[in-house]
């Protein structure tokens, strides 16, 4: 349960700072190719909808901001979040597995 709720936490605080840190830091490029390559790791489920999704219809149209923001801060949260999930999981693993090769006491001596 505690891995759970910790990556929920980092799903939600890697992408706001990363949103933090580089949002303000593209504006002061002049480089498409920078800032394109700056807005994926948060932007990517728009340009996922993109090639799926035709441009006028649902979660692209004005009246759907909202719900397209609430989709991609959605999409934002589970992917960092699993991600997180992984990476957690995998390290107490690898604490768990190396544990386990400590050697045994030795056995009690008989009187």
């Known amino acids: 349960m505690t891995r759970l709720v910790l990556s929920f936490i980092c799903g939600v605080a890697i992408p706001f700072i990363y949103s933090v840190v580089v949002g303000p830091l593209t504006n002061y490029t002049d480089n498409f190719t920078l800032r394109h390559l700056g807005y994926i790791p948060i932007g ?33 949260i589970f992917l960092y979040g699993f991600l997180s999930y992984v990476v957690i999981s995998t390290i107490s693993h690898l604490r768990t597995a190396s544990g386990a090769k400590r050697p045994l006491p030795p056995p009690p001596q008989s009187l």
């Open 44 to 76: 990517w489920p728009r340009l996922f909808l993109e090639k799926i999704v035709p441009l006028n219809s649902f979660p692209f149209r004005d009246q759907d901001e909202i719900a397209f923001l609430v989709f991609m801060i959605g999409s934002n």
